[in-house]
């Protein structure tokens, strides 16, 4: 699902901008941008996740459901066809079903036991480098149709609080437990 109509999408895009151009603190930032892609995608499960190459990992910066996904975990970044896609290349991820769902997260019953059957993975990229990505997980097929052209702005404006927390997970040591990707 994506929804094209301009009055929805328009103060979508405005309330984001201006957050970020009043300077709100990151965690407001991340959840406008959520209101936001929820009102243009759908979602049953948002989370904002930094990535630093050097250490093969990704931080989770934001999430909708922390009962499931706390703000602070950690996942270990693998040789997969996934963190190719996304990741290196800097390329959209649509996954349609359970069975996308369970190639791509280790947490695949955990995800599946909230109704997530599909996922929109869209990479923040500054200077063509990944550095974080936004992801939006849903019902079976949800995001098939979605605009991904839309998604590629939502994601030009999450690059500035982005960067600034992988600053700040760059500095953290390794934590005792990371799921992997």
Known sequence: ??????????????????????GQPAEV???????????????????????DEQSSRLGRLHSNRPDINPVGGFKRVTRSMWADHVLHRGDMFIGSTREDIKAVFSEYEVLWS????????IPVRKNGVTIGTMNLLAGAGQYDHADVRL??????????????SLDRLRELGEPDHMEQV
Do not use: H, K
């Open 151 to 164: 998604a590629l702005v939502f994601a030009q404006l999450a690059v500035v609080p982005l960067e600034a």
């Open 29 to 51: 930032v991340w959840e406008t941008i959520e209101q936001a892609l929820t009102q243009v995608y759908g979602q049953r499960l948002f989370t904002v996740l930094a990535y």
């Open 1 to 22: 699902m994506s929804n094209s109509n301009p009055n929805v999408i328009l103060p979508a895009l405005a309330s984001v901008a201006s957050a970020l151009q009043e």
């Open 114 to 121: 909230i109704g997530c059957e599909s996922v929109l993975n």
